[in-house]
């Protein structure tokens, strides 16, 4: 193998290796992005008053907040996919070798942000956004 | 678990051959061996950083103890006088902040520096000056923290310090930015070491230990890393705006001119909460390794216990408003932290159940340890339950500032981390040196367990029956007599079990020697280790290697796996690759120097200076600090090629001696660094949006100001983008051109990038813009002045590229350096980008 042929397959290897380092924490990312964006979006209507906006007859607050619920458990629900695709046999408690380990946490660490997404979802339709 | 071998051998087959030939243990002893006398404080070896790390860490836990102990004698009897008011406001203050801020973060710090190289098989951590950096601005800056008490000047405003108490006009003297910057500049010993643990985790692990055998202390390690890297700068950043209100007169919290004393809970309390785990995980990971050893058996649900921690880490940073409920937060965002307040106990849950379902798992031995863990795990859940009850908004409307909550917090701290701690001190000291005493121990954990139940219990009465926090006394007649004497008796048995533990440690600690697998544990810190680390590297297969293999610590110890030789006739370490751990190279580490010693005194010489506040001598201290952090560079990174181009390890596993790009650790802690910058960056600009927010649109400018200049905006811009390009061609360049056109490239980056950040500034002064006058030139010209710091550094380091090369030790090889420099100018460019287009763009398009 040339030098040059070697260095793009060494630089390549390390991106997987990072790739598989940074994959566990996918799913949480997500759970902090729809937390942040919520907060903010909840803030945002109340210090401008758009408390009892409406959008398309439902109150804007908790249809902004399902909205981005919806978005997140998709993303969620394709990182499940992607960390479980590809692996032959069960995932079950790791200490195996590279990858299965970084993907079976990859896959229960997004099914806990699925489960704090939904935790966080739940008070935007029973509290009054602004009370 | 996978206990497959690599690479075709097998358990009896060895890396390298058995015996080995005598002279290599000689030469990696001459090579690390500690330098005598004075010059031993050069040294920066984790064994001997890494104890006296322990010890200072336990000081300040027995120096704010005394704090306490004073307190509880103040408070034993309504009506007492042995302190008055305003030194009562100076004792809690510096009771918490010590314990926090000296004792708990640093405590886990030091345990990390001590063991992580022996657990991961490392002959150090990758950046050991650096460690040795930490340690010093720790103990120097600490201990002259601490002896502000002795002279009135100790910050009273609480230890989290909110304004408008802390302002200038309520607050005149030097007790608050005694905190601002004494504490301030320590959590850059805390991010330092972070920064350090981070990496040595990611890329020093023996050959084997996959992300998925790592063990549980190393998780937990690497999640407190992470953790520091993205909450401290919020602290940080909060600290710099209210010292440059108090100092300049920038406006941040003054709600007259535009401020919100609520901006400083928000970014301390995304510091604080956090802050609560970074000290919990790695405890909690304590307990897990300590927990199989002391029953025999595997941790049950290991994976689950990683999921926990990693968790964790990400769900404790939506929790901070649970310290605000009372500020008048909108209910449903109230919500949002509430859930996030019951999702973070699931992971805690778990990792509490697969406690206790390995103490099921195996045969308890009744050890010391194990008192303190089963006392860990009562006091701990008794704390989460009632942090459970908190989190519920009504409930906590009730307790808010009562003495519940000082019970709930001490029962979170002392179960959570000061138990695991103790008990960690009387696991691992027979992997260091001679063990502690079995009855002086068993006696200090029925001290310590006993009375910080005597002491906290009444305290979740006292508080429900309404005493309030932080006051110096309290009348009699309102049935709190019983409950507080109590509470000060059982802080004089936590002050005896306290002085116990001193005791034993005194009369039976002694570092060195032939350490014994005491409880028979199944992790590599148990493997003879001595300055050099193991004698050789270990092949690691299992999350529990002794066990897996019952001759492994006869082999490392014989020299039978990698590297049990020096390969350059240097101090050297083996650099693996972040997630199978797969070899990558051997990293030459530095002789010991002074330069990190130098720039540690005047470090914190330069943030007392300027504390007093003494200009001329701050600025003699930063000379003085900037002189020994180039010395430490020059001395000992990017060294120039020595030894064999590559070298076989073992195992026929062949590899370089010298690395660069992002295979290098170096190219790791640069990303890891610009993390951190990015943080406090994101702080501003939130603060920015925050303030924006509160002051409506109407506001934003005020009348009187402007709007910065949209023309010098995009100039800005422009020389930004333009300086980082050049480095990046200056980059490339090196090796393939003359070494006149790289350095003309430096010259001509640097020259944008001055011209860019004069740009900067001049659109906002041209615009109107003052930072005196209102929160909107204050937080726009934060930004600024951050950028313009960013700009500084950056162009100290072309500079310092531009010396290395015309010394003649920058070339197509030997990089690091410039590689380095361009990913900071890269990083800089993008941050003044992204700057510009808020402060340019945001107000046009949307306010």
Known sequence: MSGAAERGDTRKRQVLQVREVLFPALGLVVWAAHFGVSYAANALACARGFADARLLGQPLVPAVIMGLTAVALLALGLVIRASLSGLEGSLEEGGEAEPRFTRWLAATAAALAALAVLFQAVPALSVPPCG | ?847
């Open chain 2, 1 to 847: 678990m996978d206990t497959a071998a690599p690479r075709g051998t097998t358990a009896e087959e060895t890396p390298n051959p058995l015996p080995r030939p005598p002279e290599e243990l000689e030469q990696l002893r001459r090579i690390w061996a500690m330098p005598r006398g004075l010059a031993l404080l050069t040294e920066y070896n984790n064994s001997l950083i890494g104890p006296l790390y322990v010890a200072t860490a336990l000081l300040f836990f027995l120096l704010a103890g005394v704090l306490a102990l004073i307190i509880r004698a103040q408070l034993a009897w309504p009506g007492l006088t042995l302190v008055d008011a305003a030194t009562f406001n100076q004792l809690f203050t510096m009771h918490g902040t010590v314990m926090m801020f000296l004792f708990a973060v640093p405590a886990v710090e030091a345990v990390a520096i001590t063991l992580l190289p022996a657990m991961l098989g490392a002959r150090d951590m990758p950046f050991p000056r650096l460690g040795a950096y930490a340690f010093l601005i720790y103990a120097i800056g600490g201990l002259s923290f601490y002896s502000s008490i002795l002279f009135g000047a100790a910050p009273d405003g609480g230890w989290f310090m909110y304004p408008p108490l802390t302002s200038k006009e309520n607050s005149p003297g030097i007790n608050t930015d005694m905190y601002l910057l004494g504490i301030g500049f320590i959590e850059i010993s805390a991010i330092a070491g972070a920064i350090e643990l981070f990496v040595g985790i990611m890329r020093t692990r023996p050959p084997g230990m996959t992300l998925g055998r790592m063990p549980l202390f190393a998780w937990g390690m690497l999640v407190f890393a992470a953790m520091v890297i993205f909450g401290f700068p919020a602290v940080i950043v909060a600290s710099m705006l209210l010292e440059l209100e108090r100092a300049l007169g920038w406006p941040f919290f003054l709600p007259e001119q535009g401020g919100d004393p609520l901006l400083w809970q928000h970014l301390f309390w995304f510091f604080g909460h956090p802050e609560v785990y970074v000290i919990f995980l790695p405890a909690a990971a304590m307990v897990s390794m300590i927990v199989p050893a002391m029953v025999g058996a595997p941790l049950v649900a290991h994976s689950l216990v990683v999921l926990a921690l990693v968790g964790t880490g990400f769900l404790s940073f939506g929790l901070w408003v649970h310290h605000m409920y009372a500020v008048g937060i909108p209910a449903l965002s109230l919500g949002f932290f509430a859930a996030a307040g019951f999702a973070v106990s699931i992971p805690s849950g778990v990792q509490t159940f697969a406690w206790i379902a390995t103490f099921a798992a195996g045969r308890v031995k009744w050890e010391v340890p194990t008192l303190f863990m089963l006392g860990f795990i009562f006091i701990f859940v008794l704390g989460g339950l009632t942090g459970v009850m908190v989190s519920v908004t009504p409930f906590d409307w009730q307790v808010h500032d009562t003495y519940f909550v000082v019970a709930h917090l001490h029962y979170v701290l002392i179960g959570g981390m000061v138990f695991p701690l103790l008990g960690a001190l009387y696991y691992w000291v027979p992997s260091l040196g001679r063990p502690l005493s079995d009855r002086l121990g068993r006696w200090a954990f029925w001290l310590l367990f006993l009375g910080t139940n005597l002491t906290f219990f009444p305290m979740h009465v006292s508080g429900l029956m309404g005493m309030p926090r932080r006051i110096y006394t309290y009348p009699a007649g309102f049935g709190l007599e019983l409950w507080n004497a109590l509470s000060s008796l059982g802080a004089a048995m936590v002050a005896a079990g306290a002085a116990v533990v001193l005791l034993d440690v005194v009369l039976h600690f002694r570092l060195g020697g032939t350490q014994e697998n005491r409880w028979r544990a199944g992790t590599l810190e148990w493997v003879n280790n001595d300055d050099y680390g193991t004698r050789s590297i270990p092949r690691v297969r299992d999350r529990y290697p002794l066990w897996a293999e019952p001759e492994l610590a006869r082999q490392v110890e014989a020299g039978g796996h990698y590297l049990p030789f020096s390969a350059t006739g240097r101090r050297e370490t083996l650099v693996t690759s972040p997630a199978e751990a797969a070899p990558q190279y051997v990293a030459v580490l530095p002789d010991p120097g002074w330069g990190h010693v130098i720039a540690a005194i005047g470090t914190c010489a330069f943030f007392y200076a300027l504390t007093m506040p003494l200009p001329i001598a701050a600025a003699v201290s930063g000379l003085v600090a900037l002189i020994g952090l180039i010395w430490w560079l020059w001395q000992g990174t990017d060294p120039a090629p020595v030894g064999p181009h590559s070298v076989d390890i073992g195992d026929g596993v062949r590899v370089p001696i010298h690395a660069t790009g992002p295979v290098s650790t170096s190219w790791w802690a640069m990303v890891a660094l610009m993390l951190v910058l990015g943080t406090i960056f994101a702080c501003l600009l939130g603060g920015w949006l925050f303030l924006w927010l509160v002051n409506g649109d109407a506001m934003w400018p005020p009348p009187g100001q402007g709007l910065p200049v949209a023309g010098w905006g995009l100039t800005a811009l422009g020389l930004y983008a333009g300086g980082a390009l050049v480095m990046w061609g200056a980059a490339r360049l090196l090796g393939r051109r003359s070494r006149w056109v790289v350095r003309g490239a430096l010259l001509l980056a640097a020259a944008l990038f001055a011209g860019g950040v004069g740009a900067d500034g001049w659109a906002l002064w041209s615009g109107g813009v003052r930072p005196t006058l209102h929160a909107y030139g204050a937080a726009s010209w934060a930004i600024f002045a951050w950028q313009g710091a960013l700009v500084a550094v950056a162009l100290l380091m072309a500079g310092y590229t531009l010396a290395r090369s015309l010394a003649g030790k920058l070339d197509g090889a030997r990089r690091l350096t410039m590689d380095n420099t361009m990913l900071f100018w890269g990083y800089t460019a993008g941050q003044g980008m992204v700057g510009l287009a808020l402060l340019h763009g945001f107000p046009r398009l949307f306010a």
